[in-house]
């Protein structure tokens, strides 16, 4: 996919049905911050009420990323992973001042910000791969219909990183 | 304001016991003065969990005796439980509990809703809500965080189901999760329903004319706070392990044809999986796709699951494999993997993996042939207008067969139609329906008030106990059974798993089961309390169903089981796994991070339960005698086998319900002491000054009277007994569900 890097993919309803489940982005701020909510999902669902097809929002990992351009404290709360080209935020730098949420050239834009009662402490969330997480993408791994994927070589999970009981059930249940 | 961090959610200075899971406040919102006001949720858990237990407690509390439906004093009463949102499987769903509009008498009634309203309520910091009083003028609640408004609904009242919930995304934001009635809950049809964004719906007890007599048109909700579970590592293991996910791809599915191999009739029928919920990890296969509209729509997209199929087909009831109610450990799948026809390849090593799989062979009964567009049409006209599908396939509908084929419509030209009375046309399913929801004449009229009420009104004897001569049993190699015209039980609910009419192909100790349940309840209690027990005592109770101490125990564990899904949150279709039974406890620790053993939560079901029973006696005058002569008549129609219940042998089998739940047996009514155990002391105080305790007699009480009289007994008598009609025997069973295939 030219102008984007390695991403989350939502696969067509042949190959598999996105369910409505939202359990990409509850597991996406669990893994992250050992809380969930729609401020701090960094993927997000367009749930179709009345279609019931649900359209799946994800960063795309823009090579041009004017969220990062935006950002007035660059390099610092976002930064840029050189080996990856993972466009990510550091939180403790982050002023939650939102300019790189408004920059995003998807809308609803794919940053969201993770709101305080203090507000001092906003912060902005945004897909970061799962950069620091051996495991890979949370949201990939905790699909249950396999409807998410990278789309660099649409990868669905890396082996090994389903805890053993869920892999032998997968035996089990193939 | 909402919590945003976890430390919001332990700093409340109410959360004394530092308990996760919940967001810490309840919503009491007053329709009649505008006012809006706070209620801790801490004060209620964790002894009351959640969900279900937390409505009885608050209605005992606040409901007056003496409430009905539609009275200003009657309440309205939501919650979720502490595993909704929290990514703990199944715990999406919500329950409610209010004076109910459907029942008969109208009583206190229950029932739980999917969808994504009940997380997007907790990220407003919201456990739940209870909704007083009743406006003048349509309103509807907005809960934006912690802005609670009543805002006018002027321009929404008179919407369909679909139309209010757009009009609300288009008012607010597409991220606005709302609950909404359509015109049925506007013009009190007695089985409006309550509908969310997905399609998922309160059906039962009629809430949707409780809201309309509230001129509350819907609730609708946003929120941008978190929820946090207390233990991430159990909460994962939970995700993995609870009823096997298959953890694959899950395709649309394209079918042209459906029904038993030989006997299809052609479909364009889309299937998919779709999630009542956030968070489950199984999915049911409920959605269809492109379904014909009722109103000139585009195609349409659906959530349909048991009911609404047989309105596609419906010429015999439905075949059940004895191991779907008595599995084994080694064949246990949990429910939602046979809606989903995802279960596993069945181990054929199981010792009695033959008599699992027999399956009961359904009756024949010819309501209505295959038609797929009729059948979209007619769910379409239910989801539109928000009418239980209960109600409307499986009673109005049979009924209209039944009575048309008796000619019992002779001179009363076609019910206020245009259309010739002919339910297999979706054209008078339209005017039909849609004359009750606007109650249109004096039919249309007549049937907003339900069937129970409706049959009532042209006279009992002939429209609910003449008998229908189109039963086959294919058990019986075709003998004609006898069936009424009126497919009614308990409560004015209509029959449900309960061995004969509708799901009739079950076992004496299965139906049994069903009957107690719905005998104990105030509406078809089958939705959330399914029958199931382990194989080991199957023979036990097929031997003697009236006295199999594990049939007992099975029901009682069947019947706690109900208030505990409700509770903790989860659903009907995973929750319980026999062989797990710590399941919902360590689900309620993974959310809450407090302990509770499963005895504990066990206790607190029978505590909800007993909860539940004083409800009934103080406000409803429930006893002994009332509720086993409700039961009485659906037992004495013959079921599959032509066999129906002994009087004596089912007073028998209630005194060891009634013991096993410290009940007094003469009474029904539960002893001071078994309120005690539970924990209910106050709730005993009350009852006693009421002079509502039984006194312990001194010699087991076993006067059971006499059986009250059916007249459809009556009926059956004069009836001569059929032989096999051969014709009949040899038909194909054209109406069962695909065969089983294995995945
Ligand atoms: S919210 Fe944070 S990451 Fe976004 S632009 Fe402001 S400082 Fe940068
Ligand atoms: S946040 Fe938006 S602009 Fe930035 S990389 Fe992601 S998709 Fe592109
Ligand atoms: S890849 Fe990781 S950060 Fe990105 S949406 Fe998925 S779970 Fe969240
Ligand atoms: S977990 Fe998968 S099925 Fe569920 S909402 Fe996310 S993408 Fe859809």
């Excluded at chain 1, 902005?124 to 409807?147: F, H, M, S, T, W």
């Excluded at chain 2, 909402?2 to 899971?21: C, F, K, R, V, W």
């Excluded at chain 2, 009756?363 to 928000?386: A, H, M, Q, S």
Aim: proline share 6%; with cysteine; aromatic share 10%.
């Amino acid at each position: 996919m030219e102008g984007y890097g390695n991403h989350i993919v939502q696969y067509s309803p042949e190959y598999s049905l996105c369910a409505g489940c939202e359990t990409c982005s509850i597991m996406c701020g669990l893994t992250h911050d050992g809380f969930t909510g729609p401020g701090n999902a960094r993927i997000r669902i367009n749930l179709g009420t009345r279609s019931l097809m649900h359209e799946v929002l994800a960063c795309q990992q823009c090579d041009d990323h004017p969220c990062y351009e935006a950002c007035p404290k660059k390099d610092a709360a976002m930064r840029i992973d050189p080996d990856t080209n993972i466009v990510y935020i550091v939180e403790d730098d982050c002023i939650g001042c939102g300019k790189c949420a408004k920059a995003c050239k998807f809308t609803p834009s794919r940053i969201q910000i993770r709101k305080n009662k203090s507000r001092k402490l906003w912060k902005a969330v945004k897909c970061d791969l799962c950069r620091e997480n051996p495991e890979g993408p949370q949201c990939v791994k905790y699909c249950i219909v396999r409807c998410l994927g990278l789309s660099d070589d649409s990868v669905m999970l890396p082996e090994g990183v389903m805890p053993a009981y869920a892999q032998e059930q997968e035996v089990a249940n193939a | 304001m909402p919590n945003y961090s976890i430390e919001d959610i332990l700093e409340n200075p109410a959360n004394t016991q530092g308990l996760y899971g919940y967001s810490g406040h309840i919503a009491r919102i007053n329709l009649t003065t505008g006012e809006v006001s706070d209620v801790d949720t801490y004060q209620y858990v964790p002894k009351y969990v959640g969900g279900r237990m937390i409505c009885n407690r608050i209605f005992w509390d606040e409901v007056p005796t003496g409430t009905g439906p539609y009275d200003e004093a009657n309440k309205f009463i939501y919650m979720t439980g502490p595993t909704t949102g929290t990514g703990i499987p199944a715990g999406g769903r919500s329950a409610a509990v209010s004076v109910g509009a459907s029942n008969a008498p109208n009583m206190f009634a229950w029932g739980n809703i999917g969808g994504w309203f009940a997380t997007e309520l907790k990220y407003a910091g919201y456990d739940g809500f209870i909704i007083e009083g009743k406006s003048e003028t349509p309103v509807y609640i907005c809960i934006d965080d912690d802005k609670i408004e009543i805002l006018p609904a002027d321009d929404m009242w008179g919407m369909r189901v679909h139309e209010a919930q757009a009009a609300l995304e288009e008012k607010h934001a597409h991220e606005f999760k709302s609950i909404v009635i359509g015109p049925a809950g506007e013009n009190l049809v007695r089985f409006a329903t309550l509908t969310t964004g997905n399609d998922s719906v309160l059906a039962k007890g009629g809430f949707g004319a409780v809201w309309g007599a509230k001129k509350l048109k819907a609730i609708t909700v946003h929120g941008t706070g978190v929820i946090a579970p207390a233990d991430l590592e159990k909460l994962d293991f939970l995700r993995w392990n609870m009823n096997n996910p298959g953890m694959k791809p899950s395709p649309v599915l394209h079918l042209d044809a459906i029904g038993t191999p030989g006997a299809e009739f052609p479909v364009k029928y889309d299937r998919g999986n779709m999630s009542c919920s956030p968070g489950c990890n199984q999915h049911c296969n409920a959605l269809l796709m492109d379904g014909v509209s009722a109103f000139g729509d585009d195609l349409v997209n659906h959530t349909e699951k048991c009911v609404s199929i047989c309105t596609f087909n419906y010429t015999t009831d439905i075949p059940a494999p004895v191991g779907m109610f008595w599995p084994t450990e080694q064949n246990y799948c949990a429910p939602c993997k046979l809606l989903g026809r995802d279960f596993p390849v069945p181990d054929f090593s199981d010792p009695h993996f033959e008599e699992q799989a027999q399956v009961v062979l359904p009756d024949k009964l010819d309501f209505w042939g295959p038609d797929y567009e009729r059948g979209t049409i007619v769910n379409d006209l239910c989801n539109e207008y928000g009418i239980d599908k209960w109600e409307v396939v499986v009673w109005m509908m049979t009924w209209l067969s039944m009575c048309k084929t008796e000619g019992l419509f002779e001179g009363m030209g076609n019910l206020g139609c245009e259309h010739e009375i002919d339910v297999a046309d979706a054209e008078f399913m339209k005017e039909f329906i849609s004359n009750l929801v606007y109650r249109r004449g004096e039919y249309g009229n007549m049937f907003a008030e339900g069937m129970h009420r409706a049959i009532r009104e042209l006279g009992y004897d002939k429209f609910s106990e003449t008998i229908y001569h189109g039963r086959y049993s294919t058990m019986l190699g075709g003998k004609r059974t006898d069936l009424p015209v009126s497919l009614e039980a308990a409560w004015g609910s209509s029959m449900h798993w309960q061995g004969r009419g509708y799901e009739g192909s079950v076992e004496k100790p299965t139906w049994l089961a069903a009957c107690i349940n719905n005998m104990m309840n105030t509406r078809d209690a089958q939705t959330v309390e399914h029958f199931h027990a382990k194989f080991d005592y199957h023979a036990e109770a097929i031997a003697d169903p009236y006295h199999s101490p594990h049939l007992i125990d099975a029901i009682i564990a069947v019947q706690n089981n109900a208030e505990i899904k409700d509770s903790v949150m989860s659903c009907e279709w995973q929750s319980p796994d026999p062989w797990w039974p710590e399941m919902e406890s360590e689900m309620f620790m993974a959310a809450t991070g407090a302990p509770m053993t499963p005895e504990e939560l066990r206790d607190a079901g029978f505590r909800s339960k007993l909860l539940f029973r004083a409800i009934l006696i103080r406000h409803y005058g429930r006893t002994r005698r009332q509720e086993v002569e409700q039961e009485w008549r659906v037992m004495q129609i013959p079921d599959t086998w032509n066999e129906v219940a002994d009087w004596q042998q089912f007073n028998e089998m209630v005194d060891l319900i009634y013991e096993a739940r410290g009940f007094d047996l003469e009474t029904g009514w539960p002893y001071r002491e078994t309120y005690e155990k539970y924990g209910l002391a106050d709730v005993a105080d009350e009852m006693g000054k009421l002079g509502l305790l039984p006194e312990r007699p001194a010699e087991r009480w076993s006067d059971y009277g006499e059986p009250p009289f059916v007249k459809f007994s009556e009926n059956r008598k004069l009836e001569p007994d059929y032989e096999p009609d051969p014709v009949k025997a040899s038909m194909p069973l054209e109406g069962a569900p695909p065969a089983l295939k294995f995945s």
